[in-house]
Nanobody, 126 residues
Framework: VQLQASGGGLVQPGGSLRLSCAASGFRLDSRATGWFRQAPGKEREGVSC??????????YYADFVEGRFTISRDNAKNTVYLEMNSLKPEDTAVYYC??????????????????WGQGTQVTVSS
């Protein structure tokens, strides 16, 4: 099982980015998939997650998202996306995706996530 996050970059405040989480070795729609972030000197925190297809693709967001981000999944591409709009400097962090396969280490919205992929840096700065 491998997860690979991509799509990060440098963006001005108020700008947008779309992150992608591609998986190999298993079907993303068979498990919940989550996005997490970790800023320098801070603990990793949950951002958003989407349940499996069998659980109706329910979506969840951290309170700080405030309607700015949208999580989605393309089953044909076996990829989960995080569309981020109205970005703020405090959104600057390394963003990771993860799935709730057994052996997870971090709870978010009732799911225990692990199988961490390599992160992608998001920097929001003018």
């Amino acid at each position: 099982v491998q997860l690979q996050a991509s799509g990060g970059g440098l963006v001005q405040p108020g700008g947008s980015l779309r992150l992608s989480c591609a998986a190999s070795g298993f079907r993303l729609d068979s498990r919940a998939t989550g996005w997490f972030r970790q800023a320098p000197g801070k603990e990793r925190e949950g951002v958003s997650c989407i349940s499996s297809s069998s659980s109706d693709d329910r979506t969840y967001y951290a309170d700080f998202v405030e309607g700015r981000f949208t999580i989605s999944r393309d089953n044909a591409k076996n990829t989960v996306y995080l569309e981020m709009n109205s970005l703020k400097p405090e959104d600057t962090a390394v963003y990771y995706c993860a799935t709730d396969l057994p052996g997870g280490s971090m709870w978010f919205k009732g799911y225990l996530f692990g199988s961490w992929g390599q992160g992608t840096q998001v920097t929001v700065s003018s």
